[in-house]
């Protein structure tokens, strides 16, 4: 996937749409404090006429090993601020999360500057293997049938 972001004009937010299967994609990098995330969905969802049905958020998880993908329909923010913020802009039971395995390599960090940092290099290409599986499984199945979907990126391995 070759995606050009650009800025929309007065907004905190850089977006790249591009079709995948004849499913529209909008992917949006909020250019604002993680805690403030959520205030781009508002802007996405009128301009891209998306339901919270639609609107699937790519966060980080330090709980999960470097490069693991889980898919997640509903739940709590867990604790994660972007999430808690995108909640209050958006069905918290609609939207689905994509949770990215980042691990916690060094336990004694805070975790705040823990998930700022650099991934070592071996995280990073599990980390990135991790995304071509997951753009390839999008572009191969359908985004309608959610548990097989979710059954398929749960269960990957690196």
Do not use: W
Request: glycine share 6%; hydrophobic share 40%; no cysteine.
């Amino acid at each position: 996937m070759n995606s050009d972001f650009r800025k929309l004009k007065f907004h905190l937010v850089e977006v790249s749409t591009f079709k995948i299967n004849n499913n529209n994609f909008v992917l949006a990098k909020p250019q604002t404090f993680m805690n403030l995330s959520g205030r781009v969905i508002p802007i996405l969802k009128k301009k891209y006429m998306i339901s919270d049905e639609n609107i699937f958020v790519a966060v980080d998880n330090v709980d999960l090993e470097a490069g693991r993908l889980k898919l997640r329909e509903g739940g709590s923010d867990a604790g994660h601020n972007g999430l808690k913020s995108i909640s209050s802009f958006v069905s918290r039971s609609k939207y689905k999360k994509i949770y990215i395995g980042v691990s916690r390599s060094h336990p004694g960090l805070d975790l705040a500057n823990y998930v700022l940092m650099e991934p070592t290099r071996e995280e990073a290409a599990k980390i990135d293997g991790a995304l071509d599986f997951l753009v390839k499984i999008l572009k191969e199945r359908s985004l309608e049938d959610l548990p097989a979907l979710m059954n398929i990126i749960n269960s990957y391995r690196e």
